[in-house]
């Protein structure tokens, strides 16, 4: 199993712009969360989708938006890019939507906001 | 307001010596609280977790409720212990983490 994936690996946008981040979950995992890590921070929460819904959402802007497909890969949606928007965004997947706390993270795509 | 706290950005250490990362947590109710680590060119993993009170790498993790802490510790560091190390802490009725700042663990020969 290749663990989860992530594309791209590394892209550069300008301000105002829009992207998409895609996510391929460890098969048989059904739970797909994103999360933002700016340089020298932790990761910071933004989604988690389980069996297609949503189940939680973190302190986003509404320019944030997400979503699972059927087969629970997980599309990660950002309007109207900010120059602080820069970071490199971690999805990451896990077998139930439960408290688990067992994440199991890809490499991550690495945003840069010019 | 829950947050995890990681003091130190930089522990370094020699090899063969003791060491402790330090986690404080703020949380009301019971918490459960992880360790991720970030080896150098790979992905984020899970060390351990409280709840299963197991060692890991020789790394073990006790929780104080009463200081709010889930210090991370081993008494004799390797070099390939070199990594940045992740305190968490689970959150909410779904998997959402909240992470420390992280600390960079630097074993010298």
């Known amino acids: 199993d290749a663990g989860v994936t992530q594309s791209p690996t590394h892209l550069i946008k300008t301000r105002g712009q829009h992207v998409t981040l895609r996510c391929s979950p460890i098969?048989?995992?059904?739970?797909v969360s994103w999360y933002q890590q700016v340089l020298g921070q932790g990761p910071q929460f933004i989604f988690q989708?389980?069996?297609?819904?949503?189940?939680g959402r973190g302190n986003f802007p509404d320019r944030f938006s997400a979503r699972q497909f059927p087969n629970y890969s997980s599309e990660l949606n950002v309007n109207a890019l900010l120059l602080g928007d820069s970071a490199l965004y971690l999805c990451?997947?896990?077998?139930?939507?439960?408290?688990?706390?067992?994440?199991?993270f890809g490499e991550g795509s690495r945003l840069t906001v010019l | 307001a829950q947050r995890v706290t990681q003091p130190e950005k930089l522990l370094s250490v020699f090899k063969g010596a003791p060491v402790e990362l330090k986690c404080n947590y703020s949380?009301?109710?019971?918490?459960?609280l992880f360790w991720y680590v970030q080896y150098s060119r790979q992905r984020l993993q899970l060390l351990l977790r409280?709840?299963s009170r197991e060692s890991i790498k020789g790394f073990t993790a006790d929780l104080n409720k009463g200081e709010t802490s889930f210090h991370l510790k081993k008494p004799f560091a390797q070099e390939e212990d070199s990594a940045m190390y992740y305190c968490?802490?689970?959150?909410?009725?779904?998997?959402?983490?909240?992470f420390g700042a992280g600390t960079r663990l630097a074993v010298h020969p």
């Open positions: 990451a997947s896990s077998s139930g939507g439960g408290n688990t706390g067992e994440l199991f």
């Open positions: 098969s048989g995992h059904k739970s």
């Open positions: 989708y389980y069996e297609k819904e949503e189940r």
């Open positions: 949380y009301s109710g019971s918490p459960e």
């Open positions: 409280h709840i």
């Open positions: 968490a802490l689970v959150s909410g009725g779904y998997n959402k983490l909240i």
